[in-house]
Each structure stands twice: as structure tokens, then as C-alpha cells.
């Protein structure tokens, strides 16, 4: 089984920072695409960045220039680095990765249970 677990969320002013952490753990084979999204009250949930396994990145255009993704694949880990929060940013945040959890299945996606950043005014 395949879990990931976030970690780093909390409460902040805004202009200032966190960083969101998430481990993938379990039997998984090969990890490809990782990603972060967030989800604030009432809206969609919505992709904030993502980074390929060749460290391909994307960013949504709210979060460009403030928000930096990376990934340590020994680690099977993926970060978020959160600098010059504002309110708007207020949102549970989810880690998703796409893998495969042995060489010859069919890859699937895989959610975080998300942590909840705050940034007050």
C-alpha cells in the first residue's frame, strides 16, 4: 500500500514562509510526475505546482516567482517552498504523485490526507 503524509503546513503572516514537506512510503516502484494542489473553502481543488521525474517544472500563475517545487527521489520525497505568503493562499494543500508500484502495472495517482496553511493579514 501506498501512503504519503504532508507535513509543514501551519499558521503565518502574510510575507512570510513555510515549507511543505510529503514522504511517499510503501511499495512503489517507480514514482514519475509529483505535484502540489490546494484546496480553499468552497472552491475547487486546484494544481499549485508539479515537477516531473526529469525535474520538469510548472507552476500556477497565482504562485510563480513565490513558490519553488522540488523533489529527492531517494528520499521519496517532494517539497513546496512557500515564500511571500499572502491570505489568498489560505488552503489544505495535497501532495499527489504518479507511479507505478511494480515495473509491469499500470500507473496510478496517489493523494496525501493534506495539511492546512493559514496566512493571516
Known amino acids: 500500500q501506498v501512503q504519503l503524509v504532508e507535513s509543514g503546513g501551519g499558521l503565518v503572516q502574510a510575507g512570510g514562509s513555510l515549507r511543505l514537506s510529503c514522504v511517499v512510503s510503501g511499495s512503489i516502484f517507480m514514482i514519475d510526475a509529483m505535484g502540489w494542489y490546494r484546496q480553499a473553502p468552497g472552491k475547487e481543488r486546484e494544481l499549485v505546482a508539479g515537477i516531473t521525474s526529469v525535474d520538469n517544472t510548472n507552476y500556477a500563475d497565482s504562485v510563480k516567482g513565490r513558490f519553488t517545487i522540488s523533489r529527492d527521489n531517494a528520499k521519496k520525497m517532494v517539497y513546496l517552498q512557500m515564500d511571500s505568503l499572502k491570505p489568498e493562499d489560505t488552503a489544505v494543500y495535497y501532495c499527489?504523485?504518479?507511479?507505478?508500484?511494480?515495473?509491469?502495472?499500470?500507473?496510478?495517482?496517489?493523494w496525501g490526507q493534506g495539511t492546512q496553511v493559514t496566512v493571516s493579514s
Open positions: 499527489r504523485v504518479y507511479g507505478r508500484r511494480t515495473p509491469y502495472s499500470r500507473g496510478s495517482e496517489y
